[in-house]
């Protein structure tokens, strides 16, 4: 009887999804960086005629609605596609409330951290996504925040600058209090900040940590097989000594 092959296997093979993912990664991670540059831009030029922001404002929608129809694209083409909107409810939020600019920006910073994550395997990889994690969730937060509190009533927010230091003294739980949010979404931006905050604080800490262990176990890994090749050199030495004395015993015998 001949027996045929078994075909190969389909598992191995990326799906539709992970395909397109894959595709569209590096456009959608550059389409993030451009959404964050007009949003910086957005919030920082206070005085920009109203052209200006209503241009700005069209580029901003067009960028979300790019994230929309991806992640529509990424949802028909998955297998399970009432689990993959279950799994992902921050994409599906951050699609369904187009209006709250904070949240889109939310949305690419993601996209740029998903970027940044993947094929991450060695510690200085590591330690360069904790690090641009750091920096981003420091930099979006206080844009987030002079957006919502800048010109509100007893703000303390009067440039970009009291902005980002509260973004710090508050990422590092040490909170000053010179500086407080004053508006409800200022007050949820610092909610998102602490816990974010915390987060990356005990995660850096505990890399670091980890990092050290390794190096005094690497240490005295070293140690030890000095010690262990020491040990063999001086037994080898004791032995070419008892060698030497038996040969000099036996050469005063002779004579």
């Not at 191995?12 to 389409?31: D, F, K, N, Y």
């Not at 509100?152 to 600058?161: E, L, M, R, V, Y």
């Not at 009291?162 to 209090?177: E, F, I, K, P, R």
């Amino acid at each position: 009887m001949v027996q045929t092959s078994a075909a190969p296997s389909d598992d191995s093979r990326p799906s539709r999804r992970q395909t397109w993912e894959r595709a569209t990664g590096i456009p959608m991670l550059v389409l993030a960086v451009l959404f964050i540059c007009v949003y910086a831009w957005h919030v920082l030029d206070t005085g920009a005629s109203p052209r200006l922001d209503a241009w700005l404002e069209r580029v901003d929608i067009m960028i979300w609605a790019v994230f929309a129809v991806d992640f529509g694209i990424r949802t028909w083409l998955s297998t399970d596609r009432w689990r993959f909107v279950r799994t992902h409810p921050l994409e599906l939020l951050i699609v369904l409330l187009p209006p709250f600019r904070p949240v889109r920006l939310l949305r690419a910073a993601l996209l740029v951290l998903d970027q940044l994550n993947r094929n991450r395997v060695t510690r200085a990889r590591l330690a360069i996504f904790v690090g641009t994690s750091s920096a981003l969730t420091l930099m979006l937060c206080s844009l987030a925040f002079f957006d919502a509190e800048y010109g509100a009533p007893d703000s303390k927010i009067h440039n970009f600058g009291d902005a980002l230091w509260w973004s710090m003294v508050s990422v590092t739980t040490v909170g000053y209090g010179d500086v407080y949010p004053v508006t409800v979404h200022g007050r949820l931006i610092a909610l998102i900040l602490m816990t974010l905050g915390i987060g990356l604080i005990s995660f850096a800490i505990g890399t670091t940590t980890s990092w050290v262990m390794e190096q005094l176990k690497a240490v005295e890994v070293s140690t030890d097989r000095t010690e262990g090749e020491i040990t063999v050199l001086i037994d080898e030495i004791r032995a070419l000594r008892s060698e030497v004395a038996e040969l000099r015993a036996a050469s005063m015998a002779q004579h």
